[in-house]
Structure formats: C-alpha cells, structure tokens
C-alpha cells in the first residue's frame, strides 16, 4: 500500500495530513497564513463567520467521547455554586463573628455574620446533595445512571463528589465565564468538558437525561429548571422526573400556584415537578422512573 494512505480508508487521514502540513519549506509563501489547513488555522476557526462550525463541534466532541465511554443515561444535579461544605460554612460563620465581636457597630460585619448564618444552614443541601450521588452512582440497576453537573463548585461538587466516594464515574459541563471557574476536583477527570456556548451545554445535559434534581440555587438553576420544565410541557422531551429539593426554599422563591391564578400555566403543569426533602427520597423516585 502507498506510504501515507490509511489502511482503512483509500483516503489519508486528516492526522496525517495535518503531520504532513509541518513539513513546509521555510518560503513566504509557506509561512503564510493562507496556507495554513482550515482545521490547523485557529485565527479562521474563531471568526464570526464559522460560529455554525463550532457549534457543531461543541455538540460533537462530548457526544463522540460520551458514546466511546457507552453512557447512556444521566441525572443532572443543579444548584447553587455559593453553598459551602458544612465545615467550610461552620468555619465562615466563626470567622465572621470573631469580626463582628471585634466592631460590633459596623452593619456590614452584622449582614456578614447574617449571611454565614444561613450559608451554614444551608450547608445540608451540600450534605445532601453529596449523599445522592452517592446513591445515584451505587445503582445496579439494568439503566445504570452517572451523575452530571455543571462541573463548578457548591451543590456541584457535592454531587460529584458522592458519585467519587462510591468509586464511579460522574461528569462535569463547565462553562467559560468571565470569572475563572475551575472544575471541582470529583469529576472524573476524562468526562470533564469545558463549553463557550450555553446552548449546546444545556443540550448535553438534557441529552441522556432521566431525571433533573434541582437544589437551591441562583439564575443558572433556575434557568435550568425552566428550561427542562419547558421542553417537558410542550413535549419537546420526554417526561423525567423533575424534583425540587426543599420545598421551603422553592415556595419561597417561586409562587407556581400564582401562574396558576394568572392562567399562564394550567394547574396540570403543577404535576410536572415534584418537591422532595432528603437524598432518600430524591432517589426512590428516581428509580422507580427507569425501572
């Protein structure tokens, strides 16, 4: 067979061609930018104009190695990346009030002693959190179910980190923001993705979805849920349990029974979520879904 001509494929590949474009000769004409390789040419991959192509290739690149590793189904955990392990909001919470102690008229220090306060109280959904990946990754279930989160800290890690004490692989899907955020140390480091485009992202978790476990949490879980929610509701996707985890939290923050009143939903959307309150019950319902 010729020399450089795969031998599963009477055509070469692009490795090869892209070894093979190495070795120009040192001409202007070689080393200008023009004869470059399109999928060698960073400067032309990020142009406007080939949005369409990246796009694709952020839908492609975790759906090739997804389906290398034979991961079929999923649960998604969301929530808040500011809520702490119980330690680290145990230690927050003395830091602040050794403050406070030390200029007790200043309201700043007091809000901060008010907001280590309840970061400690909701430090169980940590707990909590961690305790269902646990559960989730311990299955031995027919449909044997991986954790996936958003990769970031918080109720993130959380889940992560369960799915990593129970000895099993779980995924993490960050996303480039203008801030640095760094994966968390428990997601299995050959399922970790990184994405610009929120879209794709969102698909990737919804993809192999069985179900959608929403925490407390800010405008990235709640944009979340309302996106899975959504797609459920105009069928877009199949029906998953959709569960809320603390009930407080949740009637707290959104008035469901008010869209109700208003006849923006009707009250059979009410039915398309369900609230639970511990890491047990989250997952019962879990699995009778993909029995």
């Known amino acids: 067979m010729t020399a450089g001509i795969s031998k599963k494929s009477p055509f070469s590949s692009a490795q090869e061609a892209a070894i093979s474009a190495r070795r120009y000769i040192d001409v202007p004409q ?3 930018e023009s004869y470059r390789l399109a999928f060698q040419d960073p400067d032309f991959l990020l142009k406007d104009a080939l949005r369409p192509v990246r796009l694709q290739l952020e839908l492609l690149k975790p759906e090739l190695i997804l389906q290398e590793q034979h991961i ?18 145990e230690a927050n919470l003395v830091s602040a009030q050794a403050a406070y102690r030390e200029k007790e008229d200043d309201p700043q220090l007091a809000r901060k002693v008010a907001r280590a306060r309840r970061a400690l109280d909701n430090s169980r959904y940590y707990e909590e959190a961690r305790k269902l990946g ?28 369960g799915a990593h004490d129970a000895g099993v692989p779980s995924i993490g899907m960050n996303i480039v923001l203008p801030h640095e955020q760094a994966p968390n140390p428990y997601i299995t480091p050959d399922l970790n993705f990184q994405f610009h485009y929120f879209a794709i992202r969102k698909m990737h978790f919804l993809m192999r979805a069985k179900s959608l476990v929403a925490f407390p ?13 959504t797609l459920i509701q105009t069928r877009k996707v199949h029906p998953i ?16 029974e008010a869209l109700v009143e208003e006849g923006t939903i009707s009250e059979r ?15 019962e319902l879990i699995a009778a879904a993909v029995k």
């Not at 079929?72 to 909001?89: E, K, L, M, Y």
């Not at 949490?217 to 929610?229: A, K, N, S, Y």
């Open 241 to 256: 349990p959709v569960l809320l985890f603390g009930k407080s939290f949740w009637q707290r923050v959104i008035n469901f």
């Open 72 to 89: 079929a189904s999923t649960v998604v955990v969301f929530g808040s990346a500011r809520i702490p392990d119980p330690q680290t909001a």
């Open 30 to 32: 070689c080393k200008s």
């Open 217 to 229: 949490g800010g405008f990235g879980t709640l944009d979340e849920l309302f996106e899975t929610l």
């Open 134 to 161: 646990d559960l989730i990754s311990s299955n031995t279930g027919k449909d044997k179910l991986v954790v996936i989160t958003g990769g970031g800290p918080g109720i993130m890690e959380a889940a992560n980190r």
């Open 269 to 283: 959307d009410l039915e398309l979520f369900s609230y639970v309150e511990s890491a047990q019950e989250a997952w």
